[in-house]
Nanobody, 127 residues
Framework: QVQLVESGGGLVQAGGSLRLSCAAS????????MGWFRQAPGKEREFVAV????????YYVDSVKGRFTISRDNAKNTAYLQMNGLKPEDTAQYYC????????????????????WGQGTQVTVSS
């Protein structure tokens, strides 16, 4: 069992930066792929980025490539999402998630491939 708690969201102007953190409690954090999803009002929750258990592999949705960076610190049981060059269309509730499905194909993009979810943190980008 893993509990995930996101932090770092807030209000920022377009072009600004935020760093989201996802603190995990429980054991075996380093055994999970860690992902970030987001959900804007009236829209489906969408995949943003994922990082492999060791941190060697990452994958991003096209709309954030070159602007967002996912990372993790297994010693601190924490995953991060550094967001630069924020745009109003990045406004959403951001969710951290953990996937145990290490035998599935890489990258895990679908919500059903993730086993644990945080409560989310709001990111609002003003124009």
């Amino acid at each position: 069992q893993v509990q995930l708690v996101e932090s770092g969201g807030g209000l920022v102007q377009a072009g600004g930066s935020l760093r989201l953190s996802c603190a995990a409690s429980g054991r075996y954090f380093s055994s999970y792929h860690m992902g970030w999803f987001r959900q804007a009002p009236g829209k489906e929750r969408e995949f943003v980025a994922v990082i492999s258990t060791s941190g060697w592999m990452t994958y991003y949705v096209d709309s954030v490539k070159g602007r967002f960076t996912i990372s993790r610190d297994n010693a601190k049981n924490t995953a991060y999402l550094q967001m630069n060059g924020l745009k109003p269309e990045d406004t959403a509730q951001y969710y951290c998630s953990a996937s145990q499905r290490l035998d599935s194909s890489w990258p895990p993009l679908a919500r059903y491939e993730y086993d644990y979810w945080g409560q989310g943190t709001q990111v609002t980008v003003s124009s």
